[in-house]
């Protein structure tokens, strides 16, 4: 199965084992990703602050090369996903955008990489490799706000209760808890600009977490996993309570199921390790 493969700049940075868990469970799955050649900055975080033109030209500029290559197109980051669909719908409605050529066709779909692994790929074929299943793990999924929202960019069949990663850990094995902010805001860039804020946001996240029975939380978004995994310290100490709470990318999970030699590695590059809880529930 081939597909264009957007990674965007967190993955080939601070989220290294995100992208190197993504590869490995596309290798698995027998996911051809194709990454887009020449592919640059979407923007993310700063463009759209700054500039709208420059907030639409910056991912368009990759969505010109995608509609060359004629192929849907795969993207990991909530993020990037989010200002290339932005940058899709303005191309589609006929949007004049600086810098960009005309004759967009737009004959390809762009999906969020756990909606593609569930939605293209399937339950079947993620059960077929789980030689490892994820027993004894109790989780919530973490979506963000990015991934569904808003819904008339995303196209997202239920903004509020999306589906897709809590139903490739089910597959896996995990204990997937219910609870109702699984699209809540982490605080985002808030977390650099005033912290106090996203702390109170992100520690609201991990009582629900606790509340709701999981061990850990599952992300699919670089940022979300940065906000919750590297501040637990301050947050601690802000709210005079300890939190120690893992969070895992969805695909270093699949990876552990699917018995990929690599995933203590990833887990290691951690702030907060989630191998001793793995090896409690006698998955490592």
Not at 60 to 80: F, S
């Amino acid at each position: 199965m081939e597909v264009s493969y957007y990674p965007g700049c967190s993955i080939e940075g601070i989220a290294r084992e995100y992208g190197e868990s993504v590869a490995a469970v596309a290798r698995i799955l027998g996911i051809d990703l194709k990454e887009l050649e020449d592919w640059t900055c979407c923007g993310a975080a700063s463009a759209h602050a700054t500039d709208d033109m420059l907030a639409l030209a910056l991912p368009a500029r990759n969505l010109e090369t995608a509609d060359k290559a004629g192929l849907d197109m795969v993207v990991p980051c909530a993020a990037c996903y989010s200002r290339l669909k932005h940058a899709d719908k303005a191309l589609r409605a006929g949007t004049k955008i600086e810098g960009v050529n005309g004759g967009y066709k737009g004959d390809f779909r762009i999906k969020h990489l756990v909606d593609f692994i569930w939605e293209e790929v399937g339950e079947k074929a993620i059960l077929e490799k789980v030689s490892k299943p994820l027993s004894g793990l109790k989780a919530v999924c973490y979506y963000g706000c990015l991934i569904t929202r808003p819904p008339r960019i995303t196209d997202a069949v239920d903004a509020d209760n999306p589906e897709s990663m809590d139903n490739i850990l089910k597959t896996l094995g995990a204990e997937v808890k219910n609870w109702s902010y699984k699209t809540d805001c982490c605080g985002a860039e808030h977390v650099l600009t005033m912290p106090e804020v996203a702390w109170k946001m992100i520690q609201k996240l991990f009582d629900m977490a606790e509340e709701a029975g999981a061990d850990a939380i599952a992300v699919a978004c670089p940022m979300c996993q940065s906000n919750l995994d590297t501040h637990q310290d301050e947050i601690s100490a802000q709210a005079g309570k300890q939190y120690n709470v893992p969070i895992i990318y969805s695909t270093e999970l699949m990876g552990l199921a699917f018995g990929a030699p690599e995933a203590d590695k990833w887990f290691a590059r951690h702030f907060v390790d989630p191998r001793p809880l793995l090896r409690e529930k006698g998955l490592l």
